[in-house]
């Protein structure tokens, strides 16, 4: 038997080259109090071409992010509640949920959020994202911009 057999799906770099600051697919905001988790999810939306901000652990760092930053999405831990979920949406930008949590999952569902369950693979967390992207470029909703812009 072979151990570690397992394949990891992990999204392929974008096939051009990319300046050091160039974010061709976006800003990221990653809510993950979970350090471990944090780090993969910025591993990820890095390869796929993302620019992540954050992340960030709490309500506050994540107040002082959106303050600072232009964001395309968020991707925030379900544990964050939905306080996070309604600043999220007083500034127009798409949400997608991670969760472990069966009745919270039902319940950002039912609030018309993308929810990637965990365990997840990389392809998922990509996907919806991009899913959230689309949505917004079909609303018409613009990025959050910062106060001074």
């Known amino acids: 038997m072979i151990q570690g057999s397992a394949t990891v799906q992990r999204p392929r ?28 999810l910025q591993r990820i939306l890095k390869i796929a071409g ?5 992340p960030a652990a709490s309500m506050a760092d994540v107040e002082g992010l959106l303050e600072r930053s ?17 600043l999220m949406d007083d500034r127009a930008i798409p ?11 039902f319940m950002w569902r039912a ?21 959230a992207s689309r949505r917004r470029a079909m609303s018409g ?5 910062r106060p001074d812009s």
């Open 111 to 131: 609030l018309g959020r993308i929810l990637v369950p965990r365990p997840y693979r990389a392809g998922e967390i990509l996907r919806a994202v991009h899913e």
């Open 13 to 40: 770099p974008p096939a051009f080259s990319l300046a050091l600051d160039d974010a061709p697919w976006g800003n990221i905001l990653v809510h993950q109090p979970d350090a471990a988790e944090a780090q993969e």
């Open 50 to 54: 993302y620019r992540v901000i954050g």
């Open 95 to 105: 949400i997608v949920v991670i969760s472990s949590d069966v009745t919270g999952a």
């Open 70 to 86: 232009e964001i395309d999405c968020s991707l925030i831990d379900a544990r964050a509640g939905f306080e996070l979920g309604t």
């Open 141 to 145: 909703s613009r990025s959050a911009r």
